[in-house]
Structure formats: C-alpha cells, structure tokens
C-alpha cells in the first residue's frame, strides 16, 4: 500500500503570506491520480486540485499543484482569511485510494 | 446543480448492522463510478469503498471487507453501503462522491455512532 506522508503537520502563517505544503509518497504515483482537498471545520472536504495540477471549478488562482514522482506540492500563492483549513492528498493505484494525513493551516 | 446527500446514519450497538442511502442529482448518476469515504472523529480520511458505473466493478478498504457492501440503483440515482458486524471503530462521518480520478463532488456526510 502506498502511503502519502504530508508535512508539516501544522503550518502556522498570516493572511497575504505564502504557503507551501508537502506530499510525499512511499512509492511512484501517477499525476493523473493525485490530487489535492480542503476541509474546514463541520464540513466536508472540497476537490481543490486534480491531476496534480490542474484546479477544478471556481477554485481561485492563488491555489496551484506541483510535482511528480513522489514528491507533490499544494502552493497557496497570498493567504486569504478563508484558507485557514485542513488540506489532504490523495492518490490512487492498484484498485486502491489512500490520503495523507493532512496539513493543518492555521492563522499565526 | 450537481448534489449528493446522504441518509442513514445513527447511533447502533457493536455487531449491529446499518445502511447508508446517497442521493444524487445534477448529473448523469449512471456514467460515474461512486465512493464512500469515512472520517472517524477529529481524524483524518480514510476511503472505504468504490463501485463502478456499471456496479461490475466494486473494491473495499481491507479495514470493512467482508463486512460492508456497496451497490446502486441507477435508475433511482442512489448509491448504498450496507455495513453489517460493526465495531467501535466504525464510527465516523460517512462520506459519499462522485469519481473522476479523484472526489468531487462530496454529500455533507451521515454520521454513525457504534457504541453499546
């Protein structure tokens, strides 16, 4: 199984700075099959990046995906208030999907 | 809009047995595959089960195999998990969605309770 380790675990920063968040896989994944979600408080996660790379619908442009291999990359280019959240990866291969544990965004 | 809402969830005692209903709308059910993922209290997400379009298709996380069984009816656009001989550590937030290499959209969730 693979297994997507994220860090940090916690990020503490400001609105207007900039983000940059890990995921790390034990093992190659294919960018067509990582990809990105956040989640606040009382409610359900929500698809920010797909493909890696690509944002989905009405996602803003501050958010950006990098990466391939085993090493991927959420970037949120200037905090805004709302973005305090908790952000997981996602893969999936061999019939199986598997999260990171989340990284924690918390307002400093 | 594309919508998925979930039913079912409460409060069973260990051994118990219960099922999740999603209901979906906005989009084409019957051309997606579908996943249920969970979410335990204050923890991360943990993907359960997929099911093909078609339903001929259909894996579980190692954690609920033999126990839970996904299915749908597509003509009535609803996505099911029986869960059968549950533990305490089945509790959690029950999430439905929608598959295109990854989840999107999410339902807000059902909430199951495994405790004596």
């Known amino acids: 199984e693979i297994v997507l380790t994220q860090s940090p675990g916690t990020l503490s920063l400001s609105p207007g700075e900039r983000a940059t968040l890990s995921c790390r896989a034990s093992q190659t994944v294919s960018s067509t099959y990582l990809a990105w979600y956040q989640q606040k408080p009382g409610q359900a996660p929500r698809l920010l990046i797909s493909g890696a790379s690509s944002r989905a619908t009405g996602i803003p442009d501050r958010f950006s995906g990098s990466g391939s291999g085993t090493d991927f990359t959420l970037t949120i280019s200037r905090l805004e208030p709302e973005d305090f959240a908790v952000y997981y990866c996602?893969?999936?291969?061999?019939?199986?999907?598997?999260f990171g544990q989340g990284t924690k965004l918390e307002i400093k | 809009q594309v919508q998925l809402v979930e039913s079912g969830g409460g409060l069973v005692k260990p051994g118990g047995s219960l099922r999740l209903s999603c209901a979906a709308s906005?989009?084409?059910?019957?051309?997606?595959?579908m996943s249920w993922i969970r979410q335990a209290p204050g923890k991360g997400l943990e993907w359960v089960s997929y099911i093909s379009s078609s339903g001929t298709t259909i894996h579980y996380a190692d954690s609920v195999k033999g126990r839970f069984t996904i299915s749908r009816d597509n003509a009535k656009k609803s996505l099911y998990l029986q869960m059968n001989s549950l533990r305490a550590e089945d509790t959690a937030v029950y999430y439905c969605?929608?598959?295109?290499?990854?989840?999107?959209?999410w339902g807000q969730g059902t909430l199951v309770t495994v405790s004596s």
């Open positions: 906005g989009f084409s059910f019957s051309d997606y595959y």
């Open positions: 996602q893969q999936f291969v061999s019939s199986r999907y598997t």
């Open positions: 969605a929608r598959e295109v290499n990854c989840f999107d959209p």
